[in-house]
């Protein structure tokens, strides 16, 4: 099994090299120099104000982060999770996996401001989104990629999508792998983004069942280290404290790293789609051990699964739009 892991990064990896140039969609080609002659200043920008935005709050660079998969999962990365409920559309905004968790459109509308003013009509939501993403990984200590651009936006918003593709918390693995497997990511991808997780927060309520219920017998969840429970049980009671939030990572909260994978080895993982990384698949748990043994390799991993999962099913060429507000459709 670990010479077919081995096997599975190694392929991963040397697969997905062009695409830090030349990443071939389904409906045309996005590139890093996508806008180097149309607004030459377009990434710079970018990562301008998210610098800022995270400066003033770091937490906003896992919101950033997890704001891209949450686009990229449904309908691909289009922007659709930005688009507020307006005549026909009812925004993604409003599902299980974003209600009262989805953050970070406020620094999103600052950057999508600051660059209609550079070079108006020009640079999608799509792709704020994508370098948003690659820049708060950066800014908190994790790896940096070329990210290929062109991605136009979406017209519309799925609100089943958003209901239906995005993992849960306490979603199977199997089930977890197949909603990777749909969007044309494998368990290779899936450990490896899971290390976005180094950084950021989760609520209560999205790992409660661990602490008191999950067997259905009362009792917390044998995966999970009986200390660490204790400590979870004293900040999110049976009942109550839905929205009170937990580092992801408690050992370098802030710091993207590979510590998360460590946490894993040690049943300390927060959410119950984190632990069965470890617990419920050989391939995977294989992973889970390279990456705490390797920052290097899972920095490389992630990198190159961030431009695959980036380049989801873009819109590009006459497909959808350059919206203005990335809030809105243009009309």
């Known amino acids: 099994m670990a010479q077919f892991v081995n096997f599975l990064l190694l392929v991963s990896l040397i ?14 080609y996005l590139y890093p120099q996508f806008y180097d002659h149309s607004c030459p200043n377009a990434q710079q920008i970018v990562k301008s104000v998210v610098a800022k935005a995270v400066a003033k709050e770091t937490r906003m660079a896992a919101s ?9 999962f449904v309908k691909g990365c289009d922007a659709s999770i930005l688009l507020d409920s307006r005549g026909s559309i009812i925004s993604e905004k409003r599902s299980n996996p974003n209600r009262n968790s989805a953050r970070g459109f406020e620094v999103i509308d600052d950057i999508k401001s600051a660059l209609e003013k550079e070079c108006p009509n020009t640079v999608s939501c799509a792709d ?69 997780h180094t950084i950021g927060n989760s609520r209560c309520v999205s790992f409660r069942q661990r602490l008191y219920n999950q067997s259905g017998n009362g009792q917390p969840d044998s995966s ?15 009942s109550g404290g839905d929205q009170n939030l937990f580092f992801l990572d408690f050992v370098s909260p802030t710091k993207f790293d590979n510590s998360y994978f460590k946490l894993l080895l040690a049943s300390k993982g927060l ?25 290097e390799l899972f920095f490389e991993q992630f ?20 919206r203005k507000y990335c809030r809105k459709i243009n009309s």
């Open 15 to 28: 697969a997905f090299a062009p695409l830090c140039f030349c990443t071939k969609s389904n409906y045309g």
């Open 64 to 72: 950033l982060l997890r704001l891209h998969f949450h686009d990229c």
């Open 128 to 196: 704020i989104m994508a370098l948003s993403a690659r820049d708060s990984t950066v800014l908190t200590g994790g790896p940096s990629w070329e990210v290929p651009l062109g991605r136009r936006d979406s017209k519309s918003a799925s609100l089943s999508g958003s209901n239906s593709n995005i993992p849960a918390p306490n979603n199977t693995f199997q089930t977890i792998l197949t909603k990777f497997k749909l969007q044309g990511l494998n368990v290779v991808d899936l450990v490896a983004l899971s290390g976005s």
């Open 224 to 238: 999970l280290d009986q200390s660490y429970a204790a400590q979870l049980r004293a900040r999110c009671p049976r």
């Open 271 to 295: 959410l119950n789609s984190d632990q069965v990384l470890f617990t419920k698949n050989e391939a995977s748990m294989e992973l889970v051990k390279k990456y705490a043994y390797n920052n």
């Open 303 to 322: 990198a190159a699964s961030m431009v695959k999962m980036g380049n989801i099913s873009p819109s590009t060429g006459s497909k959808g739009e350059i």
